[in-house]
């Protein structure tokens, strides 16, 4: 008797609130993407740089020219799928507008590439945004991203520790190099928590690794703090 009445309450709670798509509006059976868009998503997956990311054509378990030439700051960056127009017009309703919600599905998909990574982690750490342009937002999505992989994981949150200490301009549109150049000494720890970074690894939450400048930049801050290791975990990267 009593799932009779649990599947009716189901069906009148479906037509009364019916379950959408989080990215096309669709309706679907649960929560997350439809069949559509799920096919869009170009999920990353080996082989790939050990260091950044980047994907491999061919099976290969090693670093890319860009990671020999340069060592990132960072021990490791992870991304659950690529950067292309399909993702970025899931990501832009995320950062313009008002649907933090999708921060829940995109800390799923993104605590689903990095599990694995983040068991030995101490803190989860937001790549912070200038306080005027959160003022003018009111959230900083790598924060919603950073509290869903607290929730998946357990490990402890802590928005406070990295400051932007700069105001940059709009890093889109710029070369790898004038990236670098615009973010350099934008960052700062905040003095009140510099030991808790001491001696801890850290997993640095962005939502898109372009060049990686930003990334790299936090995980310099970061080490100059003594992190002993820094994983920047991202909802995508692009393909550089
Ligand atoms: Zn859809
Ligand atoms: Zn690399």
Redesign the pocket.
Known sequence: MSSFINGTLEIVKNICFPIT?C??G?FVDSEG??S??WKHIKWISDPKCKICGTPFEIDLDAICPNCLRKRPHFDKAIAAFKYDDFSRSMILKFKHWDTTYIAEKLGHWMYGACAKDMADADIIVPVPIHFLKRLKRQYNQSELLGMELQKLSGIPYEPRILKKIKRTDPQEGLSRERRLRNVRGSFGVDENYVPLVDGKSVILVDDVLTTGSTANECSRVLKKHNAAKVIVVTVARVDQ
């Open positions: 798509c990215n096309c669709n993407l439809c559509d868009c």
